[in-house]
């Protein structure tokens, strides 16, 4: 996989550099979203599609990039070990162009809900970006957590991007029925049984899985299309739940607009101005890189 800068408002677009007989090309927004079983899988009407894009697009949307061709050779976007650390860095160090033209980011005006059985996602009006998110599972190493983020000033890099996927121990025999998750290993998915972390590291932070859902949530809203200043919420929510909810916001008249952000806008925007510096947060992590259950 590589990334290429591209001109102002030419958005995130995936090209299958494996497919040559068609249109190998696939916009990276909420409309092209073919499948949300597990991931993120996003198609084109020829029948090419790129899965798992969620974390490329955090990494992306995390760094301030909304311009950027992404090359693939595969149908699958790399695992890695699970989290956005190592597209952030790749990113980070190749460094950022900065394009001729305001940011342009799309305004929440109206509170937007979707729910179905126990899952609620929203959108509601902020000046900037913030998420909000509950997750509660079985699992006593995971059980009940909470997180809030103020997403400006970088934080994605310092706070989400090294969180990494997950799965309870018990579920993994129906991710392979249903073809999923048939790469899995300790160095790219965290596997929880009861009150245990399967993995030796343990967890990189106590809410690491609060956190990567956010992550996860993060990446799928990047599919806007643009930058949004909202909050979202999302409660024991999934990638569907956020894909319905960027449809139900963009098909609500009203509930949003689309902005030229000033440099005071700017400075909410999620990655505006990270620099290399951001990454250089081992203190931060080792406070909570023991706190694993084992």
Known sequence: MRLFPEEADCG???????????????????????????????GNSDGVRVSTVEHIMAALAGTGIFNVRVEIDGPEVPIMDGSSEQFVQEILLAGVRQVDAPIRAIRILEDVTVTKDDVTVSLSPSPGFEIDFYIEYESEAIGTQTKSLNMANGAFVRELSLSRTFVEHADIPKVWARGLGRGGSFATTMVIAGPSVLNPEGFRYRDECVRHKMLDAFGDLALAGAPILG?????????????????????????????????AMNDLIPGYHIMVEDLRRDHEIG??????LH
């Open 231 to 263: 909050k979202f919420t999302g409660i024991k929510a999934g990638h569907s739940a956020t894909n319905k909810l960027l449809r139900k916001l963009f098909s609500t008249p009203g509930a949003w607009d689309v902005v030229n952000c000033d440099e």
């Open 12 to 42: 995130v677009c995936f090209t299958r550099t494996d497919i040559t007989d068609r249109n190998n090309r696939i916009s990276a927004t909420y409309d092209k979203v073919a499948s949300t079983d597990l991931r993120t899988v996003i």
């Open 287 to 292: 406070m909570d890189s023991h706190a694993g």
